[in-house]
Nanobody, 125 residues
Framework: QVQLVESGGVVVQAGGSLRLSCAAS????????MGWFRQDPGKDREFVAG????????SYADSVKGRFTISRDNAKYTVYLQMNSLKPEDTAVYYC??????????????????WGQGTQVTVSS
C-alpha cells in the first residue's frame, strides 16, 4: 500500500522560509517522479513543482519560480520543497504526489497516481 506523508506545514510570516517533507512508502521510490501541489479552499489543486526520478527534470509553476526548490533523497524515500520569500498568497494545503513512472510531461503533471493527505501552510502578512 502506497503511503505519502507530508510534514513541515506551519504558520510563518511573509518573507520567511519553510521546508516541507514528504516521506514515501509502499513503492520503489527511485522509480517514480514526484511532485508538490497546493490547494486553497474553493480553488482547484494546482501544480507547484515536479522532479523526475534522477532529478534531471525539474519544473516549477511560474508563481513559485526563483523562490521554491524541489529536491529528493532516494535513499531516504523523501521529497522536499524548500520555500523561501513566502507570500500570503502561498497560503494553502500542500500535497505531494507520486507519478506513475520515472518522469512526467507538461500534459500530465497534474495527474499523479498517489496523493498524500496534505499539510497546511499559512503565511501571515
Amino acid at each position: 500500500q502506497v503511503q505519502l506523508v507530508e510534514s513541515g506545514g506551519v504558520v510563518v510570516q511573509a518573507g520567511g522560509s519553510l521546508r516541507l517533507s514528504c516521506a514515501a512508502s509502499g513503492l520503489t521510490f527511485s522509480y517514480h517522479a514526484m511532485g508538490w501541489f497546493r490547494q486553497d479552499p474553493g480553488k482547484d489543486r494546482e501544480f507547484v513543482a515536479g522532479i523526475s526520478w534522477t532529478g534531471s527534470k525539474i519544473s516549477y509553476a511560474d508563481s513559485v519560480k526563483g523562490r521554491f526548490t524541489i529536491s529528493r533523497d532516494n535513499a531516504k524515500y523523501t521529497v522536499y520543497l524548500q520555500m523561501n520569500s513566502l507570500k500570503p498568497e502561498d497560503t494553502a494545503v500542500y500535497y505531494c504526489g507520486s507519478y506513475h513512472g520515472p518522469t512526467y510531461t507538461d500534459s500530465d503533471q497534474n495527474k499523479p497516481t498517489y496523493w498524500g493527505q496534505g499539510t497546511q501552510v499559512t503565511v501571515s502578512s
